[in-house]
């Protein structure tokens, strides 16, 4: 599959799960360094890093690399905003 001339594949259920894990082990590690300098993130911050961290680790396993050119970049800056639009859209509904 093609997206703005990015060769895409479909991640195998395993891929997926090794990203996932990954994603959270970042997470928890951005929030223990976050913690540790002084600055303890509220759940709403926690929530959005949370995102941000499974979408990066899920995104390269679907294909986009950063490194290469400015197509891959503009397809992981869009998604993220769309995420994160969309996980702030949630989080206003429920608070």
Not at 37 to 65: F, N, P, S
Not at 69 to 81: D, E, K, L, Q, Y
Request: charged share 10%; glycine share 14%; aromatic share 10%.
């Amino acid at each position: 599959m093609k997206f703005f001339d990015i060769e895409l594949h479909k991640p195998s259920f395993n891929e997926f799960t090794a990203a996932t894990v990954m994603a959270v082990g970042l997470w928890i590690a951005a929030i223990g360094f976050a913690y540790a300098g002084g600055h303890a993130l509220d759940a709403g911050e926690a929530g959005a890093l949370l995102v941000m961290c499974v979408w990066g680790c899920v995104g390269t396993r679907l294909g986009l690399d950063m490194g290469r050119n400015g197509r891959h970049i503009a397809v992981h800056v869009g998604v993220s905003a769309l995420l994160l639009g969309l996980y702030q859209g949630a989080l206003s509904l429920v608070a």
